[in-house]
């Protein structure tokens, strides 16, 4: 794709990698970006960012947990700034949790946000650029979406089927000259990865060093970008030695956390017995 002069929407464009992203297509030539995510005080900054690096910006507030709010927005979009040629799915949200002690709700949370909210989006734009026969769209999975680690596996499902989504959009929109791409980054300092704990060994990458790779893979149209040294070593042991790579895993995972895990596991086998108070002809009995 030749990124200039062309309009792009980026969700989770308020922090890290998303506005990351925004400032280095700015930084390639772009003519617009259009700026989502739900703090519209903080994408109204990196909208400001930009327009001092003389390219139009305009933030628009949302929260992609809501599908109304979603076509009410993009609608929005389309009539105030015209057709988007490059969407990029960033907006995510990850807990980091041992699956004995997962909660629902952020679960649901992860599946409105990572996955839903990312087809609310794709589904209205995939429509028009299929329509207009042009355009570009980049899902942002993870390493977490190639290989499945201890204390993360509701966050890896929802990436994992990033993956999938992507493979099936990029055969399906080709015929309609509509590029789609998977950009999977490994662990990157920004607020998402401040709330994890890490697994030792993992060295974390830059946010700018992802944006970076994911211009590269838009002008080189590359399926699928895996970012940083160890993600491919990483997948390239899951591939020709996943008996080597499991083992590797289970021992650099944050292991407080997974004895927490056991614990409860513990706990539920024997819970402790409990004061019960029982109604008894006008008395309690205890
Ligand atoms: N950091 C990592 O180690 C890492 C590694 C691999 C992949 N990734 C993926 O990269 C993407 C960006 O992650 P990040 O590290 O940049 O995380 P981050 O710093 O926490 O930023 C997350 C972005 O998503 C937006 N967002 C979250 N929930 C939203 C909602 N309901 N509606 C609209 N926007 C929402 C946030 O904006 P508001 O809070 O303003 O809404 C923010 O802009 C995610 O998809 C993540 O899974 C991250």
């Given at each position: 794709m030749?990124?200039?002069?062309?309009v792009?929407?980026?969700?989770?464009a308020?922090r890290?990698?998303?506005?990351?992203?925004s400032?280095?297509?700015?930084?390639?030539?772009?003519?617009?970006?259009?700026?989502?995510?739900r703090?519209f005080?903080l994408?109204?900054?990196?909208?400001?960012?930009?327009?001092?690096?003389?390219?139009?910006?305009?933030a628009l507030p949302?929260?992609?947990?809501?599908?109304?709010?979603?076509?009410?927005?993009?609608?929005?979009?389309?009539?105030?700034?015209?057709?988007i040629?490059?969407?990029?799915n960033?907006?995510?949200?990850?807990?980091q949790?041992?699956?004995?002690?997962?909660h629902r709700?952020?679960?649901?949370t992860?599946?409105?946000?990572n996955l839903?909210?990312?087809?609310a989006?794709?589904?209205?734009?995939?429509?028009?650029?299929?329509a207009?026969r042009?355009?570009?769209?980049?899902?942002?999975?993870s390493?977490?979406?190639?290989i499945?680690a201890?204390?993360m596996?509701?966050?890896s499902?929802?990436?994992?089927?990033?993956?999938?989504?992507t493979r099936a959009?990029r055969m399906e929109l080709?015929?309609?000259?509509?590029?789609?791409?998977?950009?999977l980054?490994?662990?990157t300092?920004?607020?998402?990865?401040k709330?994890?704990?890490?697994f030792?060994?993992?060295i974390?990458v830059?946010?700018?060093?992802?944006?970076r790779?994911?211009?590269?893979?838009?002008?080189?149209?590359?399926a699928?970008?895996l970012v940083?040294w160890?993600?491919?070593l990483?997948v390239w042991?899951?591939?020709?030695?996943?008996?080597l790579?499991e083992?590797?895993?289970k021992?650099t995972?944050?292991?407080?956390?997974l004895?927490?895990?056991?614990?409860?596991?513990?706990?539920?086998?024997?819970?402790p017995?409990?004061?019960?108070?029982?109604?008894?002809?006008?008395?309690f009995?205890?």
């Amino acid at each position: 794709m030749n990124i200039e002069g062309k309009v792009a929407l980026v969700t989770g464009a308020s922090r890290g990698i998303g506005r990351a992203i925004s400032y280095q297509l700015a930084q390639s030539g772009i003519r617009r970006i259009i700026l989502v995510a739900r703090n519209f005080a903080l994408l109204s900054e990196v909208a400001a960012d930009i327009r001092e690096m003389g390219v139009e910006a305009v933030a628009l507030p949302v929260d992609l947990t809501r599908p109304r709010e979603v076509s009410g927005v993009i609608a929005k979009a389309w009539r105030d700034y015209g057709d988007i040629d490059l969407l990029v799915n960033c907006a995510g949200v990850a807990y980091q949790v041992p699956f004995l002690r997962s909660h629902r709700s952020q679960v649901q949370t992860e599946i409105a946000t990572n996955l839903t909210g990312m087809y609310a989006v794709t589904s209205l734009i995939a429509r028009r650029m299929a329509a207009r026969r042009s355009g570009t769209i980049v899902n942002v999975s993870s390493l977490m979406g190639k290989i499945a680690a201890p204390t993360m596996a509701t966050y890896s499902a929802t990436k994992f089927a990033i993956v999938g989504f992507t493979r099936a959009l990029r055969m399906e929109l080709a015929p309609h000259n509509v590029n789609v791409m998977t950009l999977l980054p490994s662990l990157t300092d920004t607020d998402m990865a401040k709330d994890l704990q890490k697994f030792r060994g993992v060295i974390p990458v830059s946010a700018e060093a992802v944006a970076r790779a994911c211009v590269r893979g838009l002008e080189n149209n590359t399926a699928e970008v895996l970012v940083g040294w160890q993600s491919h070593l990483a997948v390239w042991c899951d591939r020709f030695s996943p008996w080597l790579l499991e083992p590797i895993l289970k021992l650099t995972a944050p292991s407080r956390l997974l004895r927490v895990g056991t614990a409860s596991l513990q706990e539920n086998r024997h819970p402790p017995k409990r004061k019960v108070k029982i109604w008894h002809e006008g008395e309690f009995q205890v």
